[in-house]
């Protein structure tokens, strides 16, 4: 069994950055792709931004420019590093972590405001 931990989240004022972090326990198989989403209230969940085992990226356009991930293999963390932060970002931001094999995990989420 595999759980994932978020933290980093908060209020922010608007232009301000936070980094999130997303810790893994347990045992995963190695090839596969971690994800960011968020869901604010009354919308849908979104996703953000994923990162692959080895380490190749993608982004929703809305954070393109703003947001970077990465991780930390020997630390199995998955961070998002979220600059110039608008209020639009005001969300509860998930990690997931799923792979070809079937396994599909997500964290309990983390809440991120930004005021304006």
């Known amino acids: 069994q595999v759980q994932l931990v978020e933290s980093g989240g908060g209020l922010v004022q608007a232009g301000g950055s936070l980094r999130l972090s997303c810790a893994a326990s347990g045992r995963i198989f190695s090839i596969n792709i971690t994800g960011w989403h968020r869901q604010a209230p009354g919308k849908q969940r979104e996703l953000v931004a994923t990162?692959?085992?080895?380490?190749?990226?993608t982004y929703a356009d809305s954070v393109k420019g703003r947001f970077t991930i990465s991780r930390d293999n020997a630390k199995n963390t998955v961070y998002l590093q979220m600059n110039n932060l608008k209020p639009e970002d005001t969300a509860v931001y998930y990690c997931r972590t799923y792979n070809a094999y079937g396994e599909d995990y997500w964290g309990q989420g983390t809440q991120v405001t930004v005021s304006s």
């Open positions: 990162i692959t085992s080895g380490s190749r990226t």
